[in-house]
T-cell receptor, first 110, second 113 residues
Framework: EDQVTQSPEALRLQEGESSSLNCSYTVSGLRGLFWYRQDPGKGPEFLFTLYSAGEEKEKERLKATLTKKESFLHITAPKPEDSATYLCAVQAGRDDKIIFGKGTRLHILP | DSGVTQTPKHLITATGQRVTLRCSPRSGDLSVYWYQQSLDQGLQFLIQYYNGEERAKGNILERFSAQQFPDLHSELNLSSLELGDSALYFC????????????FGPGTRLLVL
């Protein structure tokens, strides 16, 4: 069965304490892997799209990487404003189905 | 601001009723996606339309239906509403189809009493 699993479910860090969020997936025919940030009560905000193993993308304090089985979102020296839920999604298969993980709730303490 | 608009922002209705949610995609985007987000289920993909045609289907109930009009706006119709249909409903749009970045609207919060 196609699945997307994110870990940890929740993460509390001190400001400046770097860490990584994991997104593991089991799908056939990956068309794209997406990272989003979601603030409470708002729509997900696009961060990155990755298409093939070995690909990396960076934006400010965030860096996303992709292997054949998982993706990591690395957060370097986070600030309190980075607190949010981070969602990972894949689009895969002949029917282009889209599967979201349940997210990682990140809280950065000042 | 993603450029995707959704109306209404909030909707309160009763069980058994029917409602229509509306979405206008970003200018130039041909694909529209509908999602349901509840506390226990996370974000669930419902359906995708591309240039007026149904393109992909997810976990959409038979009581729900959608369409995309010639001007590319889309409507999601929810009928015979149940308490469990209470959720945030998001619309997203992308330029074309598979593998494209999706931009999400602010959502419609539906409460079924």
């Amino acid at each position: 069965e196609d699945q997307v699993t994110q870990s940890p479910e929740a993460l509390r860090l001190q400001e400046g304490e770097s860490s990584s969020l994991n997104c593991s997936y089991t799908v056939s025919g990956l068309r794209g892997l997406f990272w989003y940030r979601q603030d409470p009560g708002k729509g997900p905000e696009f961060l990155f799209t990755l298409y093939s193993a070995g690909e990396e993308k960076e934006k400010e304090r965030l860096k996303a990487t992709l292997t054949k089985k998982e993706s990591f979102l690395h957060i370097t020296a986070p600030k309190p404003e980075d607190s949010a839920t981070y969602l990972c999604a894949v689009q895969a298969g002949r029917d282009d189905k889209i599967i979201f993980g349940k997210g990682t709730r990140l809280h950065i303490l000042p | 601001d993603s450029g995707v608009t959704q109306t209404p922002k909030h909707l309160i209705t009763a069980t058994g009723q029917r409602v229509t949610l509306r979405c206008s995609p970003r200018s130039g985007d041909l694909s529209v996606y509908w999602y349901q987000q509840s506390l226990d289920q996370g974000l669930q993909f419902l359906i995708q339309y591309y240039n007026g045609e149904e393109r992909a289907k997810g976990n959409i109930l038979e009581r729900f239906s959608a369409q995309q009009f010639p001007d590319l706006h889309s409507e999601l119709n929810l009928s015979s509403l149940e308490l469990g249909d209470s959720a945030l409903y998001f619309c997203a749009s992308s330029l074309t189809t598979a593998g494209e970045t999706q931009y999400f609207g602010p959502g419609t919060r539906l409460l079924v009493l």
